[in-house]
Nanobody, 127 residues
């Protein structure tokens, strides 16, 4: 069983930055694929970023086109934590952000491949 706890959301202005954190339980965290998704009111949950293990010492990161160049996903395996650094925030980034874990390690953009989810953290960007 993997438990995920997000933190770091808040209310910011357009152009500001935020860093979301997601602390995970589990002894093999380094092999999990971790993802960030978001859901705005009235919209479907959408992929934001994913971070997966290559099987060696390399991790790969993937991003939605809407956040590429502005957001960065990273992890600290010693702390069992994944981060989402969000820069140049826009009002359209306003959503509840969810951290997700895929213990199979796929790290895709499909939310149904992630078996574990956090409770979500609200990010609101004012114009």
């Amino acid at each position: 069983q993997v438990q995920l706890v997000e933190s770091g959301g808040g209310l910011v202005q357009a152009g500001d930055s935020l860093r979301l954190s997601c602390a995970a339980s589990g002894r093999t965290f380094s092999r999990y694929a971790m993802g960030w998704f978001r859901q705005a009111p009235g919209k479907e949950r959408e992929f934001v970023a994913a971070h997966r293990w290559s099987g060696t010492f390399v991790y790969y990161a993937d991003y939605a086109d809407s956040v590429k160049g502005r957001f960065a996903i990273s992890r600290d395996n010693a702390k069992n934590t994944v981060y989402l650094q969000m820069n140049s925030l826009k009002p359209e980034d306003t959503a509840v952000y969810y951290c997700a874990a895929d213990d199979v390690g796929r790290g895709s953009s499909r939310f149904n491949e992630y078996g574990y989810w956090g409770q979500g953290t609200q990010v609101t960007v004012s114009s």
